[in-house]
């Protein structure tokens, strides 16, 4: 019997079986990878060299770059807000407009997608590296877990240095908007940060908090885990970091979208 | 003692181990010799439990490492000290900090007995006072030696050095050979070692093993190995062209 038609309609179900089964695995490896080193993380002893070296690589070297964005997203805002609140002749709500979005939405996403393009493509080329040059299989003879000494501090330190880097952001962005909308455009500086006081409540707060914190973690996870498997050779590394940036940002979006609707 | 038995291991298409089988005697130095691309590395990568093969088992003293995970895997890692092909030093950290970095993780030592050591090991390799400087500012022979020195710093049982000598001058290529018989002279581990370096191999190997196209085709002590009648072994071992293996 001729076989070869039966083999030709069946090859397109066979790779489609074989990317899925691809995907899958990979996403199985994925969700090890974070499991792996939450496990870890509470597993003795700890290195806190590392993680302090990681949060000044991920926290403090970011500074200058959240304090330009945020000065600058604040001052957009109060240009912006003010001109729509105007026609409205609600310009008093200028204070509780900007430092609303600022920490609901804008604080947390902008910070997030600044430290990834800042330090989380470095991040991934930095253990990319590591990976190609068998500086990870070292540790690994050494007997010495390259999850707790190179994942975890990652993955402490986004945890704590993006809500720290977001609430940066905020009070610089709050600080921007109040140029523009009291210094350069009039608005009372009592009345911009007095409706503040009344129309923002802790809730917005916890949600801006939830929101970088679960950032400092997809951000460092992606990272990290597409560094760890980068491919071979100088080109595997550029192919990780890009898919780690791509990768950061579309799951901050969609992630921002899905706590917004879940959190008050 | 290790023993290898029947090791297969192929990357998707390419079959890369086709069934070694080895044994390695214990305080024995074992030099394995093959054409680039061969597999050697692969094989070592097995030993190290890098790599996991698709059939055959690897012995330690016994046990199967093939089947080990984790903490039990790092036991008999403890044991070991690895010299990788490229040295894999730690970039982020110093020359210094890198020999000293296993005694650091891995002792209960002092920070003064941790520098003693870490610094004779530098000596012995030839590269003393140059502890401060960082892997990316040295030669690849420099680089090279600094691994020989953070892989016997722990004074291992058993030590894996893959080309620890290849790009090195011939000065130096003697220089590390006396090294590792000296100190394997002190310590008796068992050495397993990947090189190149013909002749030079046959004055310091206790035997002598050629992996060609996945299996060991000849194992001896180094007269047997020169006089050997295989085609292939004595090809390679000249570098002539002409013979049983094709120069690609
Ligand atoms: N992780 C891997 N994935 C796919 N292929 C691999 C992998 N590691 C090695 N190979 C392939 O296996 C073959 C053997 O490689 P190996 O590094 O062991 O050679 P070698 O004998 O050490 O050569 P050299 O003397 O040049 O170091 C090569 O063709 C290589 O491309
Ligand atoms: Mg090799």
Same mark, same amino acid.
């Given at each position: 019997?001729?076989r070869? +038609?039966?083999?030709?309609?069946?090859?397109?179900?066979?790779?489609?079986?074989?990317?899925? !089964? =691809?995907?899958?695995?990979?996403?199985?490896?994925?969700?090890?990878?974070?499991?792996?080193?939450?496990?870890?993380?509470?597993?003795?002893?700890?290195?806190?060299?590392?993680?302090?070296?990681?949060?000044?690589?991920?926290?403090?070297?970011?500074?200058?770059?959240?304090?330009?964005?945020?000065?600058?997203?604040?001052?957009?805002?109060?240009?912006?807000?003010?001109?729509?609140?105007?026609?409205?002749?609600?310009?008093?709500?200028?204070?509780?407009a900007?430092?609303?979005? !600022?920490?609901?939405?804008?604080? +947390?996403?902008?910070?997030?997608?600044?430290?990834?393009?800042?330090?989380?493509?470095?991040?991934?080329?930095?253990?990319?590296?590591?990976?190609?040059?068998?500086?990870? =299989?070292?540790?690994?003879?050494?007997?010495?877990?390259?999850?707790?000494?190179?994942?975890?501090?990652?993955?402490?330190?986004?945890?704590?240095?993006? +809500?720290?880097?977001?609430?940066?952001? =905020?009070?610089?962005?709050?600080?921007?908007?109040?140029?523009?909308?009291?210094?350069?455009?009039?608005?009372?500086?009592?009345?911009?940060?007095?409706?503040?006081?009344?129309?923002?409540?802790?809730?917005?707060?916890?949600?801006?908090?939830?929101?970088?914190?679960?950032?400092?973690?997809?951000?460092?996870?992606?990272?990290?885990?597409?560094?760890?498997?980068?491919?071979?050779?100088?080109?595997?590394?550029?192919?990780?970091t890009?898919?780690a940036?791509v990768?950061?940002?579309? !799951?901050?979006?969609?992630?921002?979208?899905?706590?917004?609707?879940?959190?008050? | 003692?290790i023993?290898?038995?029947?090791?297969?291991?192929? &990357? @998707?298409?390419q079959?890369?181990?086709?069934?070694?089988?080895?044994?390695?005697?214990?305080?024995?130095?074992?030099?394995?010799?093959?054409?680039?691309?061969?597999?050697?590395?692969? &094989?070592?990568?097995?030993l190290?439990?890098?790599?996991?093969?698709?059939?055959?088992?690897?012995?330690?003293?016994?046990?199967?490492?093939?089947?080990?995970?984790?903490?039990?895997?790092?036991?008999?890692?403890?044991?070991?000290?690895?010299?990788?092909?490229? @040295?894999?030093?730690?970039?982020?950290?110093?020359?210094?900090?890198?020999?000293?970095?296993?005694? #650091?993780?891995?002792?209960?030592?002092?920070?003064?007995?941790?520098?003693?050591?870490?610094?004779?090991?530098?000596?012995?390799? $030839?590269?003393? @006072?140059?502890?401060?400087?960082?892997?990316?500012?040295?030669? $690849?022979?420099?680089?090279?030696?600094?691994?020989?020195?953070?892989?016997?710093?722990?004074?291992?049982?058993i030590?894996?050095?893959?080309?620890?000598?290849?790009?090195?001058?011939?000065?130096?290529?003697?220089?590390?050979?006396?090294l590792?018989?000296?100190?394997?002279?002190?310590?008796?581990?068992?050495?397993?070692?990947?090189?190149?370096?013909?002749?030079?191999?046959?004055?310091?190997?206790?035997?002598?093993?050629?992996?060609?196209? @996945?299996?060991?085709?000849?194992?001896?002590?180094?007269q047997?190995?020169? #006089?050997?009648?295989?085609?292939?072994?004595?090809? &390679?071992?000249?570098?002539?062209?002409?013979?049983?293996?094709?120069?690609?």
């Amino acid at each position: 019997m001729n076989r070869e +038609p039966v083999e030709t309609l069946l090859r397109p179900v066979e790779s489609l079986g074989r990317v899925s !089964l =691809d995907t899958l695995g990979s996403l199985g490896r994925f969700g090890r990878f974070l499991g792996e080193a939450v496990g870890w993380a509470f597993v003795p002893p700890f290195k806190v060299g590392n993680f302090l070296e990681r949060v000044h690589f991920i926290g403090f070297r970011s500074l200058s770059v959240i304090i330009l964005t945020g000065a600058f997203t604040g001052m957009v805002l109060g240009l912006q807000v003010f001109l729509t609140l105007s026609r409205f002749g609600s310009e008093a709500f200028l204070g509780p407009a900007v430092a609303l979005s !600022l920490i609901r939405e804008l604080g +947390p996403v902008l910070s997030a997608l600044m430290v990834t393009g800042r330090a989380g493509s470095a991040l991934t080329a930095e253990i990319g590296i590591m990976r190609i040059t068998e500086q990870i =299989d070292a540790l690994t003879v050494m007997a010495l877990n390259p999850m707790r000494y190179l994942i975890v501090p990652v993955i402490v330190a986004g945890v704590i240095t993006f +809500p720290l880097m977001t609430a940066l952001f =905020d009070v610089v962005g709050i600080f921007g908007g109040y140029l523009v909308g009291v210094r350069l455009l009039g608005l009372s500086e009592g009345t911009y940060f007095g409706e503040m006081q009344t129309f923002v409540d802790m809730a917005d707060i916890w949600t801006g908090f939830w929101k970088s914190l679960s950032f400092g973690v997809i951000v460092t996870w992606v990272c990290a885990y597409k560094g760890y498997y980068s491919g071979h050779g100088a080109e595997g590394v550029s192919r990780a970091t890009t898919h780690a940036v791509v990768l950061s940002s579309v !799951l901050i979006l969609v992630w921002d979208y899905f706590l917004g609707s879940v959190l008050p | 003692m290790i023993r290898i038995e029947n090791l297969h291991k192929a &990357f @998707g298409a390419q079959r890369v181990l086709q069934g070694v089988t080895l044994e390695v005697l214990s305080g024995e130095i074992m030099i394995v010799i093959g054409r680039s691309g061969g597999g050697k590395s692969v &094989f070592l990568k097995h030993l190290l439990g890098l790599l996991q093969p698709d059939a055959g088992g690897i012995w330690v003293d016994g046990v199967d490492i093939t089947s080990l995970r984790g903490r039990a895997m790092d036991r008999v890692r403890e044991r070991y000290g690895v010299v990788f092909q490229g @040295g894999a030093l730690f970039d982020s950290m110093s020359v210094f900090d890198n020999v000293a970095f296993p005694l #650091r993780e891995k002792t209960d030592l002092s920070a003064e007995e941790i520098a003693a050591r870490a610094e004779e090991k530098l000596t012995q390799v $030839g590269l003393g @006072g140059m502890g401060h400087k960082n892997p990316a500012e040295i030669s $690849g022979g420099m680089r090279k030696r600094v691994a020989i020195a953070r892989a016997l710093v722990t004074e291992p049982e058993i030590v894996f050095f893959d080309e620890p000598t290849t790009g090195l001058d011939p000065v130096l290529v003697n220089a590390i050979h006396h090294l590792i018989l000296d100190l394997h002279r002190k310590f008796r581990f068992t050495a397993i070692m990947v090189s190149h370096e013909i002749p030079e191999i046959f004055g310091i190997a206790h035997r002598v093993a050629m992996l060609h196209e @996945g299996v060991i085709v000849e194992t001896g002590e180094p007269q047997a190995i020169q #006089r050997s009648a295989n085609p292939v072994v004595q090809q &390679f071992i000249r570098g002539e062209i002409e013979g049983p293996i094709h120069a690609t």
